[in-house]
């Protein structure tokens, strides 16, 4: 995408631009119902909704900061979910990925035949008269979603974003930004992860693209891997051809790249840690130093260099993808490595909380983490070992949906290596069916652990796992919470906070 006209030039009318801007979603003036708003993706959506004139109100199981938030800004939440209750005056239903087709507030809006769509489907008709910016991928989608922000944010764009997490940097995990590039022609940015759940992502309407990686996750909706890949492929497709601003920026390695890009109208390049990659990408342990270089203006190969914020190789490689795309929106290289070297992390994305000082004296140093799939668990737990250096490792993990963690279960068992105690609590069962809730537990990880040599246990309640965790850490100790489910609240308790759940 060329760079952005300065905001004293005119320039002439642009095609693409019209035909986005006659599409565009118009949502001012009705009423939107979100059901599970209190989610960090459909709380920034409801804002985005709002600040675009829509009058938005929304549910959720139980109250929290998120929930507090909104109803502080105007936004009224009621947490009577199982009644089935919409609000009289209501045109549109919106509802996320984690909301069951049965859910009654559901029924009654089929009942009442007001519209009713998902969280995705939202996104994409949010991106309607935007430039899109869609990045898809197994793990990674938040961090680099943020960072790309943070970047851009910093060099001078007002981009909008809605991203799964709380990014510190930005003010929270949403952003509503202008609907011009510096008042140019060229329409606003619009950042959003692109989920495969469900085949979500294929409701995005993107100009421009990212697939960090792609790996099996999600067995119970795809069945195989090879259906993952050709939902990446379908999603790829959804951007424009090179003449019209489509591109797509790929992992070379581990994204399937020559199966999902293949025959694609659009621009793409690649980006890894191979040399062969058109952006290639290295991070050095000693130093935390990421470079990444590749073609820059013509003028051959360029390398620019910055240090990690965040530790671990799979970081430096978010990074590197945030930093080529923001290359390609027009920023500046040292504007966009200096920015991305003060990147202060998101919410639960190998997010350091603090100490916890022991009873008999010292400290152990206490982690949260979002990750739920077998590659994450490695990534977080590798990097957390070269980066802190514990005396040991200890890791609180909760399987996040039965079907998962049957599907990876032998993955799952090889990813705790680098732990020397891990914690299971029961899975986090959300939308499974009772069916596959009895065709595996927690306990068969635990066996499979320890089969490997891993001191494993399966511990519950939370307050139980608190407790075993004041009893066997000790000074120097480094003690991670892992899951994408309420996990989280043993962190904080342990840390002497309060939790609820």
């Known amino acids: 995408m060329p760079a952005p006209s300065r905001a004293d030039e005119q320039p002439g009318p642009n095609p693409v631009t019209a035909a986005r801007d006659s599409c565009a979603w118009q949502i001012a003036g009705r009423h939107v119902f979100l059901v599970g708003i209190g989610g960090c993706g459909m709380n920034g959506l409801a804002r985005m909704l ?76 949010l991106m309607l008269g935007r430039t899109g910016v869609s990045v898809a991928g197994t793990h990674g989608k938040s961090t680099t979603v943020a960072i790309l922000a943070k970047v851009l944010v910093d060099c001078g764009y007002d981009p909008s974003l809605v991203v799964g997490a709380t990014c510190p940097d930005l003010g929270g995990g949403s952003r509503t930004g202008s609907e011009r590039i510096n008042g140019s022609n060229e ?70 790249r020559t199966v999902v890009a293949a025959g694609l109208p659009c621009k793409v390049e ?86 916890r000082t022991l009873a008999g004296g010292g400290s152990v140093v206490v982690y949260d983490d979002y990750g739920h799939h077998p590659t994450e668990v490695d990534a977080t737990l590798r990097a957390l070992q070269a980066h802190e250096k514990p005396a040991r490792l200890v890791c609180v993990f909760q399987p996040h949906q039965h079907s998962r963690t049957r599907f990876l279960l032998d993955q799952f068992a090889t990813s705790f290596s680098s732990a020397d105690i891990v914690i299971v609590p029961h899975i986090y069962f959300v939308r499974d069916s009772e069916a596959e809730k009895h065709r595996v537990s927690a306990a068969d990880l635990v066996d499979r652990l320890r089969q490997r040599g891993v001191q494993a246990m399966h511990i519950y309640p939370f307050d139980a796992i608190v407790e075993q965790l004041e009893n066997v850490c000790r000074p120097g100790d480094l003690v991670v919470v892992m899951g994408a489910g309420p996990v989280w609240q043993v962190a904080r308790r342990f840390l002497g906070g309060k939790g609820s759940g």
């Open 50 to 125: 709002a600040a675009r004139g829509a009058i938005c109100s929304g549910s959720d199981r139980v109250p929290s900061p998120l929930t507090d938030a909104l109803t502080a800004d105007g936004i009224a939440v009621t947490f009577a979910q199982d009644s089935g209750e919409l609000p009289a005056q209501c045109d549109l239903v919106i509802a996320s990925a984690a909301v069951p087709g049965d859910h009654p507030q559901l029924q009654t809006a089929t009942s009442r035949s007001i519209e009713l769509i998902r969280y995705a489907q939202a996104i994409g008709e």
């Open 187 to 256: 329409p606003g940015l619009l950042l959003a992860e692109a989920c495969e759940f469900q085949r979500s992502f294929h409701h995005h309407h993107p100009t421009v693209g990212c697939i960090l990686n792609v790996e099996e996750d999600h067995l119970d909706i795809y069945g195989s891997l090879d259906a993952i890949v050709e939902a990446f492929h379908q999603f790829a497709k959804l951007l424009p051809a090179a003449e019209d601003e489509g591109y797509l920026l790929i992992g070379h390695e581990g994204a399937h």
């Open 270 to 355: 690649t980006i890894g840690f191979s040399s062969q990659a058109d952006w290639t990408v290295r991070f050095d342990p000693d130093s935390r130093l990421i470079s990444v270089s590749g073609p820059d203006l013509g003028e051959g190969r360029v390398t620019h260099e910055w240090p990690a914020s965040l530790p671990g190789e799979h970081n430096a490689y978010n990074a590197a993808c945030a930093a080529v795309l923001a290359h390609h929106f027009g920023c500046e290289w040292d504007r966009i490595c200096r920015s991305i070297e003060s990147f202060a992390g998101i919410d639960r994305r190998m997010q350091r909380l603090g100490h």
